[in-house]
Antibody
Framework: EVQLVESGGGLVQPGGSLRLSCVASGFMFSRSWMSWVRQAPGKGLEWVANINQDGSEKKYGDSVRGRFTISRDNAGNSLYVQMNSLRAEDTAVYYC????????????WGQGTLVTVSS | FMLTQPHSVSESPGKTVTISCTRSSGSIASNFVQWYQQRPGSSPTTVIYEDNLRPSGVPDRFSGSIDSSSNSASLTISGLRTEDEADYYCQSYDRSNPVIFGGGTRLTVL
């Protein structure tokens, strides 16, 4: 059974930093593109970042580029996002998601972790 | 480019509803469209990928299509059930934008 379990969310002050983690199980993590997608309270889905199988290719959404860094540890089946210079508008549930191996959709999602940026 | 969806739609149980997703620039046929269902308090799940394909486990009451004349994609749900009440998001991409989501449509089954 595929599982994606996020952690690391919490309350942080504006300008602060936070690192989210996602532990994967039930599939070949090292063969999968992985992503972070976020959802502000009561709002829609917003793509944050993608990373390819070996971490050599990373792509970011316009609103986080230069502030967030996606990374992975294939030995530990883990995905990360380092979030710096956080703003109130970064408040959201952050989902870890797998890009389908043979499909262009996000075929598995974690349960999400809430990040609240507030003073 | 942007993907524009209606904010909300509503229909009665047993009826059919269609949710549109209009691409602002570039051809809707150039890149596949996916549709996700998100029930309250849950993570999204795919109901349609590659314009019109259903993942295993998704009932055939869900179907997808694209229309080049209106540059839009559509999700159609027939035989509506109360369990279909959810938010639905379309998603596509292009060379410059790896992932684009529509704003989402709240489906009410009343």
């Amino acid at each position: 059974e595929v599982q994606l379990v996020e952690s690391g969310g919490g309350l942080v002050q504006p300008g602060g930093s936070l690192r989210l983690s996602c532990v994967a199980s039930g599939f070949m993590f090292s063969r999968s593109w992985m992503s972070w997608v976020r959802q502000a309270p009561g709002k829609g889905l917003e793509w944050v970042a993608n990373i390819n199988q070996d971490g050599s290719e990373k792509k970011y959404g316009d609103s986080v580029r230069g502030r967030f860094t996606i990374s992975r540890d294939n030995a530990g089946n883990s995905l990360y996002v380092q979030m710096n210079s956080l703003r109130a508008e970064d408040t959201a549930v952050y989902y870890c998601a797998r890009l389908g191996a043979a499909r262009p959709d996000f075929d598995f999602w974690g349960q999400g972790t809430l990040v609240t940026v507030s003073s | 480019f942007m993907l524009t969806q209606p904010h909300s739609v509503s229909e009665s149980p047993g009826k059919t509803v269609t949710i549109s997703c209009t691409r602002s620039s570039g051809s809707i046929a150039s890149n596949f469209v996916q549709w996700y269902q998100q029930r309250p308090g849950s993570s999204p799940t795919t109901v349609i990928y590659e314009d019109n394909l259903r993942p295993s486990g998704v009932p055939d009451r869900f179907s997808g299509s694209i229309d080049s004349s209106s540059n839009s994609a559509s999700l159609t749900i027939s035989g509506l059930r109360t369990e279909d009440e959810a938010d639905y998001y379309c998603q596509s991409y292009d060379r410059s934008n790896p992932v684009i989501f529509g704003g989402g449509t709240r489906l009410t089954v009343l």
